[in-house]
């Protein structure tokens, strides 16, 4: 398919998912619980789309690689040592405002 | 526009009535935000029965990669246009996460503060996708903003006067 308004329904019955490292659609997949893949396309490279995924690989969420690599990465994957992604914490942002006007 | 608008809603989420009416400014280019928006407000209003927003459009202040010159020109066009926005809303809170559409605004409210038309407080929160660098947005609404809020360490130590939270969307 070209473009829906939400795969969220493809990624609730998805195993593993394989990605571009855009941060809506990393954030997304972590948030169901889905082991990622995150490729690098060196191409198209925004460098601030890399800060992202170089940062959840970094703390154990998400395996990355580029499109060369991407077969290997699949092939020796293992998907057990991925980290749980906790979510965010809204409340936090609520608390912190409440407090600047003193509700 | 997509990533910023699902974030802010976020932020959004957890927020009492007392932060109403809302006023949601989006850039005039920007098409898929509105319905997110009314989506967020709809179910806000199955809650909060007196639950009020706006919707407001700019024209967009930069197209991504486009020149250092043309975006000052065109950043000054969105500030003549969102200037008189913001006298209009004089809103006491603005909160914003980074696309360029905010920045005519928040300047905007920054002016009426100067000229002591109106105090508003500007609460930047830059997206999560910024670990290690600021986006340009942030870089310039860092100085102007009265909390900048990062969501990685490694932002907090570059920018001392910014706040952390931890992930908060």
Same mark, same amino acid.
């Given at each position: 398919f070209r473009f829906k308004d939400s795969l969220a329904e493809e990624l609730q019955s998805a195993d593993l998912v394989i990605s571009h490292a855009g941060a809506g659609s990393c954030l997304e997949t972590l948030e169901k619980g889905k082991p990622l893949i995150v490729v690098i396309n060196d191409k198209l490279m925004d460098n601030h789309q890399l800060e992202l995924a170089k940062q959840l690989h970094r703390d154990g969420y998400v395996?990355?690689?580029?499109?060369?690599?991407?077969?290997?990465?699949?092939?020796?994957?293992?998907?057990?040592?991925?980290?749980p992604f906790p979510p965010g914490q809204p409340e936090k942002f609520a608390s912190f405002l409440d407090k600047v006007f003193g509700l | 526009t997509g990533g910023h608008t699902t974030e802010i809603l976020r932020l959004l989420s957890c927020l009492s009535e007392s932060y109403s009416p809302r006023h949601y400014v989006l850039a005039d280019s920007d098409k898929m935000s509105e319905a997110k928006i009314r989506s967020f407000e709809q179910k806000r209003a199955e809650t909060f029965s007196k639950s009020q927003?706006?919707?407001?459009?700019?024209?967009?202040?930069?197209?991504?990669?486009?020149? +250092?010159?043309?975006?000052?020109?065109?950043?000054?066009? *969105?500030?003549?246009? *969102?200037?008189?926005?913001?006298?209009?809303?004089?809103?006491?809170?603005?909160?914003c996460n980074g696309p360029g559409t905010c920045v005519p605004v928040c300047l905007s409210a920054f002016l009426l503060g100067l000229l002591r038309i109106k105090r508003t407080i500007i609460v930047y929160v830059e997206s999560i996708c910024r670990v290690e660098t600021l986006s340009l947005s942030g870089k310039i609404l860092y100085?102007?903003?009265?909390?900048?809020?990062?969501? +990685?360490p490694d932002l907090k130590k570059k920018y001392p006067k910014s706040v952390y939270l931890g992930r908060i969307v």
């Open positions: 395996l990355y690689c580029n499109c060369s690599t991407l077969v290997e990465t699949v092939q020796s994957m293992n998907l057990s040592a991925l980290k | 927003f706006s919707l407001d459009r700019i024209p967009r202040s930069r197209e991504v990669r486009q020149s +250092w010159i043309s975006s000052v020109v065109t950043t000054l066009y *969105s500030i003549l246009y *969102s200037f008189p926005l913001t006298y209009k809303r004089k809103p006491d809170l603005i909160l100085y102007f903003s009265d909390y900048f809020i990062v969501q +990685w």
